[in-house]
């Protein structure tokens, strides 16, 4: 079975440059979540899918940040314009949920990103 | 609300040690829990998993972790530590019955193991 992919596993910008990053989750995987890893810190959830619709976006800064989920697969996620403090790795994730039994969440490698 | 406390930032003990990873949580409904680990520049590997089954859960590589309803606690243990396990250690939280999905991480230990 096919892993969470993640593009690019790197990028390096200057600051007020635009990014996007790609995610293609495990076939047949309901919902799709996008976590910001800072440095030394525990990943935090930006933004989570369930199908194509969002469930929760309370964390994703709006003025800059954006993201998709075309048709219920992929996604994208966007920052326009990057600042220096979204250095940081962003991590895919996707899960099955059966039942009342929440299901593991499966992890792409990352796309880390650096702001000068 | 869902939350997970991990008490100890950083842990070090001697190869061939017993290893103690503390996570407590706070959840309104029955909770699902996890550990992942997270080697330098790698992704998050999931340890093992608690989903209202037996609470004494067995997972990869020798760990095992108890939930312990009435501490709210979910300790990750190991009774020997290798040099591979050095690595960070998230504890994660999710209550499948809010129906929301979320997964809540713990802002993780990072053990070292000393030759």
């Known amino acids: 079975e096919a892993g969470v992919a993640q593009s690019p596993r790197y990028k390096i910008i200057e600051k007020r440059q635009s990014v996007a990053f790609w995610c293609n989750p495990i076939?047949?995987?309901?919902?799709l979540y996008w976590y910001q890893q800072i440095l030394g810190q525990g990943p935090k959830l930006l933004i989570q899918f369930q199908n194509n619709g969002v469930v929760d976006d309370s964390q994703l800064p709006k003025d800059r940040f954006s993201a998709e989920r075309l048709k219920g697969v992929d996604s994208t996620l966007k920052i326009q314009p990057a600042k220096l403090e979204d250095s940081a790795v962003y991590l895919c994730?996707?899960?099955?949920?059966?039942?009342?039994?929440?299901?593991?969440?499966?992890f792409g490698e990352g796309s880390r990103l650096t702001v000068l | 609300a869902q939350s997970v406390t991990q008490l100890d930032s950083h842990v070090s003990v001697s190869e061939g040690t017993p290893v103690l990873l503390r996570c407590n949580y706070s959840?309104?409904?029955?909770?699902?829990l996890f550990w992942y680990v997270q080697h330098p520049n790698k992704g998050l590997q999931l340890l093992l998993k608690?989903?209202?089954?037996?609470?004494l859960v067995k997972g990869i590589n020798g760990f095992e972790a108890e939930f312990k309803k009435s501490e709210t606690s979910f300790h990750l243990t190991k009774p020997s530590a290798h040099m591979s396990d050095a690595a960070e250690y998230f504890c994660?939280?999710?209550?499948?019955?809010?129906?929301?999905?979320?997964?809540?991480f713990g802002t993780g230990t990072r053990l070292k193991v000393l030759a």
């Open positions: 994660v939280v999710s209550d499948p019955g809010s129906g929301t999905y979320k997964y809540i």
């Open positions: 608690y989903t209202s089954a037996a609470t």
């Open positions: 076939s047949g995987h309901a919902t």
């Open positions: 994730a996707s899960s099955l949920e059966v039942g009342l039994y929440t299901g593991e969440l499966f």
């Open positions: 959840s309104s409904y029955s909770p699902s």
